[in-house]
């Protein structure tokens, strides 16, 4: 009763500090953020719905509460009902200025490859077919008539605007990943069979933390499988990262500009933008062309030791809300092309796993700058024919028996190679005459957890080691020397010489045997012989 009653006086403080605080102005610029975030301590403790109710209190996800001022934060702190509490910052769309026509990003990265590539089959397998992206921004505008419109899903509008598009942005992003190719029309996209989930986190042109963590878990709710994010702010959040986190622990394969300076700003590597530069996400930053090269935009785009790879940002075509076209730059229109990729992967194989396609994303990056990775271009620009070549590849299977008498069943199915794919590969059975099989291992000495097939999604080459189990039943006779039998002893297990024998010689005992069955009783191999001297031992 007292535990209650402390939690219940408690709630009444903090709501009596919500409804009778005037607030109090953070350290820091309150351009920079909108009220606080506070995670509380054990949400079953704290009762919500009392926060709730004294209206200047909002759920922002499971656990976690925007408050408008300090003082509220604290006191919750104060009171034990806190994990802990930060700024709830603002966060800005990462365009630029605009720059010269052209969609030389597209033919910069090959995209075409994408659009031609195709299965044995002859279906295109990197379209991003049935693959859903959730496009975290400004909205879409879904009548442009270079999307198709089946696959632009209904927008989920957390901003308040008044038909889920506050700007161009989202569009614009949308339309680099998923408009259209060869219908005269607008634009070319990377992956144009992509479907998108619009979901609009700003309104005039602005967001704010709280809003991307709830369109970050309405995604991961949402079952999506890759997450765009041309959105960010200078200032790291333990909330934001978490619900980062979440969705890259979902499978999600999770995009973001890497940030754009404004015009004045010093720029430096010490500089990082949020949520590119969080574990798991992919920070992409962007690239102009350059004569006849391409070279990193230095005018705009962050660098730092978070940046994943390059992309195309500057002078990139896309769609408009007006339904035509318009010429932007940002690290916001070089993400999309690596989303863009990323749904291609996810097409391969829905299980592939984040650090999976980081890996293939990297390695098939051309390397740019200084020799290997770099602040600037991270592992290299973008390149989709290269991708492509990294989701084809095959990759070799060896089976280590671990005995010369072990093999396979005649007519067994063993995989020898295999290529990244939707569905996991069984691995076959072995046999050995008296032993039981026990699995394959990834490790010689058989250590860690069995594997039972090629998980859908992996990569690389692969050693299988096979672990056994012997069961087979040893026994020892001993004949006299008219051939009568005198004794026959089960021997323990590991008795495979004559000589590791160790039994009772019986009188008039003149040969051993030692010999091997199988569970029915059937000889396992020839028997082992040996003359017996009276000792009490026999020896070879």
Not at 156 to 173: K, N, R
Not at 459 to 486: E, I, M, N
Not at 521 to 538: C, I, K, Q, S, V
Request: include cysteine; glycine fraction near 10%; hydrophobic fraction near 40%.
């Amino acid at each position: 009763m007292r535990r209650l009653g402390y939690r219940a006086l408690a709630l009444l403080t903090v709501a009596s500090v919500l409804l009778l605080s005037p607030g109090r102005a953070a350290e820091q610029p309150e351009t920079e953020f909108d009220g606080y975030l506070v995670r509380l301590s054990d949400p079953r403790e704290w009762n919500g719905p009392v926060l709730l109710s004294a209206g200047t209190c909002e759920e922002v996800s499971d656990g976690l509460y925007r408050v408008e001022d300090l003082e509220t934060a604290q006191a919750m702190d104060q009171l034990g009902m806190a994990e802990y509490y930060e700024p709830n910052y603002r966060l800005e769309l990462l365009e630029s200025g605009s720059y010269m026509p052209a969609q030389w990003n597209l033919l910069t990265v090959h995209a075409q490859t994408a659009w031609e590539h195709t299965d044995g089959q002859g279906a295109y397998d990197m379209r991003g077919t049935g693959v859903t992206v959730a496009v975290i921004d400004s909205g879409v505008y879904r009548e442009h008539p270079d999307f198709k419109q089946e696959h632009i899903l209904d927008y989920y509008d957390l901003a308040g605007t008044d038909d889920g598009v506050d700007v161009w942005h989202g569009t614009f992003v949308a339309g680099v990943i998923a408009a259209q190719v060869n219908n005269a029309l607008g634009v070319d996209g990377v992956a144009p069979d992509v479907t998108i989930l619009p979901i609009c986190v700003t309104k005039n042109g602005g967001s704010d933390t709280a809003l991307l963590i709830q369109a970050i878990d309405y995604a991961v709710k949402q079952g999506v499988d890759v997450i765009n994010l041309s959105i960010g702010g200078k200032y790291g959040n333990e909330s934001l990262k978490k619900a980062c986190q979440d969705a890259v622990d979902a499978g999600i394969l999770v995009i973001a500009a890497a940030g754009n300076y404004k015009s004045g700003e010093t720029k430096s590597s010490a500089c990082y933008m949020y949520p590119a530069s969080y574990d798991g996400v992919v920070s992409v930053s962007a690239c102009k062309q350059d004569g006849e090269t391409v070279s990193f935009d230095s005018s705009y785009s962050y660098f730092n030791d978070r940046v994943t790879v390059a992309a195309p940002g500057t002078g990139v075509q896309s769609l408009y809300l007006d339904g035509g076209t318009a010429t932007k730059q940002g690290t916001s229109f070089a993400a999309p092309v690596v989303t863009a990729m990323a749904a291609m992967a996810k097409q391969r194989s829905r299980a592939i796993a984040p650090e999976t396609f980081a890996a293939l994303l990297c390695g098939s990056a051309v390397d740019l700058g200084e020799a290997g990775y770099d602040l600037y271009y991270g592992f290299g620009l973008a390149d989709i024919a290269a991708f492509a070549g990294a989701l084809d590849r095959s990759y070799s299977v060896t089976y280590r028996l671990g005995a010369e008498d072990a093999a396979f069943a005649p007519g067994a199915q063993v995989p020898r190679a295999y290529a990244l794919g939707p569905e996991d590969i069984p691995l076959p059975e072995p046999v050995r005459p008296g032993y039981r099989f026990l699995g394959w291992y990834e490790t010689e000495d058989a250590s860690g957890t069995p594997v039972g097939e090629l998980p859908a999604g992996c990569v690389g080459d692969k050693t299988y080691y096979a672990a056994w189990s012997d069961v087979s039943t040893r026994y020892f006779a001993q004949y006299a020397s008219d051939g009568r039998l005198l004794a026959v002893e089960q021997l323990p297990q590991g008795t495979d010489r004559i000589a590791d024998v160790e039994v009772e010689i019986r009188d008039g005992a003149v040969l051993g045997s030692l010999f091997w069955v199988d569970e029915t009783g059937a000889p396992l191999r020839e028997a082992e012989y040996a003359l017996l001297n009276g000792t009490r031992t026999p020896e070879s």
